[in-house]
């Protein structure tokens, strides 16, 4: 065979593999799903509760500015989920024991991250909702990302001051079994208990009444 016999035959047999290869059956991995898919986030994994750079003194003038409202005190002992896990007051600094601050009084956490599309739109209608409940139901948001500096300007941004605490290790969607998204929001019972995990966004002040009335029995 003369060489450009055989070089044709090379380029024949390249072409063939190419074919087969083009239209072998594969199974690629599913694509997931964008931070943009209706009313959803998705979480990233940390373990972090907060960024070093997120000192006392760099977060000072953003807690003022922020104004947000007190985290809750202890009111005694409680057996749900959420006892023994320290985190930090984002509006003051201090530390609470979630489940013992909760203990006593239904409420609703509301799991959320600075750079959560939904959670924006969402916020608002907790504080109006927060507002309109007064003392019935106690509602705190917990912020799940370790940038609690972008966490308090986004606050600020929204007019939101509910309390709230940092928790950039997600140590409270995975003592309550949250899906990886975001905003989720989790209703607890006055004895401590999770009554349900809701990972989807509130639409209105009047959805979160529905949810709190359905699952804790509350009037709102």
Not at 35 to 57: F, K, N, V
Request: hydrophobic share 45%.
């Amino acid at each position: 065979m003369n060489k450009a016999a055989l070089r044709w035959s090379l380029v024949a047999l390249i072409l063939v593999v190419g074919m087969v290869y083009a239209l072998w059956p594969r199974h690629d991995a599913p694509t997931a799903a964008p931070s943009d898919a209706p009313g959803l986030g998705q979480r990233a994994p940390g373990t972090d509760a907060r960024r070093a750079a997120d000192t006392p003194e760099a977060l000072a003038p953003l807690r003022q500015e922020a104004g947000l409202s007190a985290c809750p005190t202890s009111q005694g002992n409680d057996a749900g989920p959420l006892t023994g896990i320290t985190l930090e007051c984002i509006g003051d600094g201090s530390y609470i024991d979630l489940g013992q601050a909760l203990a006593g009084r239904p409420a609703l956490l509301n799991i959320w991250a600075y750079w959560c599309g939904p959670c924006a739109e969402e916020l608002p209608y907790l504080q109006q909702y927060a507002e309109r409940a007064g003392d019935a139901v106690t509602v705190m948001t917990v912020h799940n990302d370790a940038n609690e500096t972008n966490a308090l300007a986004r606050l600020t941004d929204y007019g939101v001051t509910l309390p709230g605490v940092q928790d950039g290790g997600g140590r409270v969607a995975a003592a309550v079994g949250a899906p990886n998204v975001l905003p989720v929001s989790v209703l607890i019972s006055a004895d401590g208990t999770v009554a349900k995990v809701l990972p989807q966004p509130f639409r209105s002040v009047d959805d979160i009444a529905d949810a709190v009335r359905v699952n804790l029995g509350v009037e709102s």
